[in-house]
């Protein structure tokens, strides 16, 4: 299972982007997917969730102006971020809990990273 994100650059603040991240391989179901960041000297942090079933959750510092969807026919999960800030700079990870057959247990897999730089 690969987890391939994109859709990272530089914006100023203010503006948008959209963030993919596409699971690939042998995927049986998806339960959970999830956006993390982490800022230069900070810990990595949950930004927002969305379950199976489309419930979502957000990061209090991101709640009204970031957006987690996602495409179960794709094994695609999105996060549009719109009125960036430049606090919001840092790599974006996706996380997906996945399983590759029936039965066994969803497995955490992360995507490589895509940086998203937002300039004051």
């Known amino acids: 299972v690969q987890l391939q994100a994109s859709g990272g650059g530089l914006v100023q603040a203010g503006g948008s982007l959209r963030l993919s991240c596409a699971a690939s391989g042998t995927i049986f179901s998806i339960n959970n997917m999830k956006w993390y960041r982490q800022a230069p000297g900070k810990q990595r942090e949950l930004v927002a969730d969305?379950?199976?079933?489309?419930?979502?959750q957000y990061a209090d510092a991101v709640k009204g102006r970031f957006t987690i969807s996602r495409d179960n026919s794709k094994n695609t999960v999105d996060l549009q971020m719109n009125s960036l800030k430049p606090e919001d700079t840092a790599v974006y990870y996706c996380n997906a809990y996945i399983a590759q057959s029936r039965g066994t247990s969803h497995v955490g897999y992360w995507g490589q990273g895509t940086l998203v730089t937002v300039s004051s």
């Open positions: 969305i379950s199976g079933g489309g419930n979502t």
